[in-house]
T-cell receptor, first 117, second 112 residues
Framework: DADVTQTPRNRITKTGKRIMLECSQT?????MYWYRQDPGLGLRLIYY???????NKGEISDGYSVSRQAQAKFSLSLESAIPNQTALYFC????????????????FGPGTRLTVL | RKEVEQDPGPFNVPEGATVAFNCTYS??????FFWYRQDCRKEPKLLMS???SGNEDGRFTAQLNRASQYISLLIRDSKLSDSATYLC?????????????FGKGTHLIIQP
């Protein structure tokens, strides 16, 4: 079974709709992240959380919100979706303690392909 | 100047050849460096960390040049399965959580 899972894997929605993307992990990591990837723009950080009580904005948080329901769950919401939020969304986890805090690896989920019409 | 820059490619390389590509970073205080591999429509996965002294993992060799602020990835005896996008990731550049900044990736195509 995958360590980091995302649901749904694909979603098509209309402008103005509220959308929630969910991420679950079984790695036991405290740190979780949401990224979006657009062609030619690379990965950009939306929000991140270092533990259940910690939420931080990333590079492009406008139009998004998150909820850290438990150590294992981190959800991303688009309150009112717009077409330029069409992208591939990745959830990731990390645990710096695993590699001594310097060379920490990020583990990505399989991604959610979101299309906003 | 962008924080992490990569040549997007594509690099078209015959099977069995050696290919190398670089990544430059702007923040001289950057702490650590990584290469991730991303297959088409899949998630990125760590390929290798880049150590100050350089490191090798099978056919893959990573080098760091702090003076010129770039890292490199060399792939020897390339295989068809090496076709992917290779992302350069730099820590300590001030971007994002944990200071990770992702390059836009270099697209590699190994041709039979």
């Amino acid at each position: 079974d995958a360590d980091v899972t995302q649901t749904p894997r694909n979603r098509i929605t209309k402008t103005g709709k509220r959308i929630m993307l969910e991420c679950s992990q079984t790695k036991g990591h405290d740190r979780m992240y949401w990224y979006r990837q657009d062609p030619g723009l690379g990965l950009r950080l939306i929000y991140y959380s270092f533990d259940v009580k910690d939420i931080n904005k990333g590079e492009i948080s406008d139009g998004y919100s998150v909820s850290r329901q438990a150590q294992a769950k981190f959800s991303l919401s688009l309150e009112s979706a717009i077409p330029n939020q069409t992208a591939l969304y990745f959830c990731a986890t990390s645990d710096p303690a695993v590699a001594g805090g310097l060379y920490d690896e990020q583990f990505f989920g399989p991604g959610t392909r979101l299309t906003v019409l | 100047r962008k924080e992490v820059e990569q040549d997007p490619g594509p690099f078209n390389v015959p099977e069995g050849a050696t290919v190398a590509f670089n990544c430059t970073y702007s923040n001289s205080a950057s702490q650590s460096f990584f290469w991730y591999r991303q297959d088409c429509r899949k998630e990125p996965k760590l390929l290798m960390s880049v150590y100050s002294s350089g490191n090798e993992d099978g056919r893959f060799t990573a080098q760091l040049n702090r003076a010129s602020q770039y890292i490199s990835l060399l792939i020897r005896d390339s295989k068809l399965s090496d076709s992917a996008t290779y992302l350069c990731v730099v820590k300590g550049s001030g971007g994002g959580a944990d200071g990770l900044t992702f390059g836009k990736g270099t697209h590699l195509i190994i041709q039979p």
